[in-house]
C-alpha cells in the first residue's frame, strides 16, 4: 500500500541516491519554485590516481564522511561511479500518473570555485545538455541505474583538463507519458543496446590507438627497427615479443589509472 504522496509544491524531495559504498544522500534542492524539479551537484575534485593525494576530494552539498576517502584518488572520480541507486523515501508515494525522471550533466571546475554549480558563470563549457539515467513510478519505487561514466566520451574529454568535474543529477517530475515516450531509450540501456554499444566501440579505439602508439615508438623513419634491419618502404620491423611487451606495459599503467588510455586526445 503506497504512502502519502508528497505535496505538489512542497519543496521537499521525495526521494535519494546512494553511491556505492557511501552513504544515503538526500540533500536535493528545489531547482524553481514548481517543487517538481530538484538538482543536487557533486564535485568531483581529483580526476586521476596520478594526482597529489593531498589535493584528493569529493565534495558536494551533501558530504560523505569517510576518512579513507581521501586517501583513495581513484574514487575521486565520475568514472570510478560505475552505478548509482534512486529511490522513494519511506511511506512516500508520487503524485497520481506521474514519474520521477532522474538525469546528469557534467561540467568542468574551476579550481578557484569549487562551490559553483554547472549553472553558475564561474562554470565554463558544460557537457552538451542532460542525459537520461532512469526513471521511477509509484509502482517501481526504487532501481539501480548503470551511470555509464567510465566509458562516456564527453565526459573523459572534460576530466582530461585536469581541473576536476562537477556532476549535476537532476530530477523532474513529469506525467507518467514523458516516461513512456522515453521508455526505448531506458530500454536500450538496460539491455546494453545502442548507447553500451557506442561506448564498447570507443574503448576498443582507444584499445587499438594505444597498441598502434606503441609499435609506432619503434619505427625510426627509415622503414626498419632502429638497431635491426631495415625494411621496405611502407613497413617497420618490431622485436618477435612485442606483442607480450605492449600488454605488460597496458597492465602496468592501468593497474596504476584504470582509465588511462580514455585520457588520450587522439581518437
Known amino acids: 500500500m503506497s504512502g502519502p504522496a508528497a505535496p505538489p509544491?512542497?519543496?521537499?524531495?521525495?526521494?535519494?541516491?546512494?553511491?556505492?559504498?557511501?552513504?544515503v544522500v538526500t540533500e536535493f534542492t528545489p531547482a524553481d519554485a514548481s517543487g517538481t524539479k530538484f538538482t543536487l551537484t557533486i564535485p568531483f575534485t581529483c580526476i586521476s590516481s596520478s594526482s597529489d593525494s593531498s589535493h584528493s576530494s569529493m565534495s558536494s552539498t551533501a558530504s560523505f564522511p569517510d576518512p579513507t576517502f581521501n586517501n583513495k584518488p581513484d574514487e575521486n572520480s565520475p568514472s570510478s561511479v560505475t552505478d548509482i541507486v534512486f529511490f522513494l523515501l519511506?511511506?512516500?508515494s508520487l503524485p497520481p500518473n506521474k514519474a520521477a525522471m532522474i538525469y546528469w550533466q557534467a561540467s568542468p571546475l574551476n579550481p578557484s570555485t569549487t562551490n559553483a554549480t554547472p549553472m553558475s558563470p564561474q562554470v565554463i563549457n558544460p557537457s552538451p545538455g542532460f542525459e537520461l539515467l532512469g526513471a521511477l513510478t509509484n509502482q517501481k519505487t526504487s532501481a539501480v541505474f548503470s551511470t555509464g561514466w567510465a566509458t562516456h566520451e564527453n565526459l573523459l574529454a572534460l576530466a582530461s583538463?585536469?581541473?576536476?568535474?562537477?556532476?549535476?543529477?537532476?530530477?523532474?517530475?513529469?506525467?507518467?507519458?514523458?516516461?513512456?515516450?522515453?521508455?526505448?531509450?531506458?530500454?536500450?540501456?538496460?539491455?546494453?543496446?545502442?548507447?553500451?554499444?557506442?561506448?564498447?566501440?570507443?574503448?576498443?579505439?582507444?584499445?587499438?590507438?594505444?597498441?598502434?602508439?606503441?609499435?609506432?615508438?619503434?619505427?625510426d623513419g627509415s622503414g626498419g627497427m632502429s638497431g635491426g634491419s631495415v625494411g621496405t618502404t611502407g613497413s617497420?620491423?618490431?622485436?618477435?615479443?612485442?606483442?607480450?611487451?605492449?600488454?605488460?606495459?597496458?597492465?602496468?599503467?592501468?593497474?596504476?589509472?584504470?582509465?588511462?588510455?580514455?585520457?588520450?586526445?587522439?581518437?
Open 161 to 219: 583538463n585536469g581541473q576536476g568535474i562537477s556532476i549535476t543529477l537532476g530530477v523532474s517530475i513529469e506525467p507518467i507519458e514523458t516516461l513512456q515516450n522515453l521508455q526505448h531509450i531506458l530500454s536500450e540501456k538496460e539491455r546494453g543496446g545502442v548507447g553500451q554499444t557506442q561506448d564498447r566501440k570507443h574503448v576498443a579505439q582507444k584499445i587499438a590507438t594505444d597498441l598502434f602508439n606503441y609499435l609506432q615508438s619503434f619505427d
Open 90 to 92: 519511506p511511506n512516500i
Open 236 to 267: 617497420m620491423v618490431v622485436p618477435n615479443n612485442v606483442f607480450d611487451r605492449w600488454y605488460k606495459r597496458f597492465e602496468g599503467k592501468i593497474a596504476r589509472d584504470p582509465n588511462f588510455f580514455m585520457k588520450s586526445n587522439i581518437d
Open 9 to 23: 509544491n512542497s519543496g521537499a524531495p521525495p526521494f535519494g541516491i546512494i553511491f556505492p559504498g557511501k552513504p
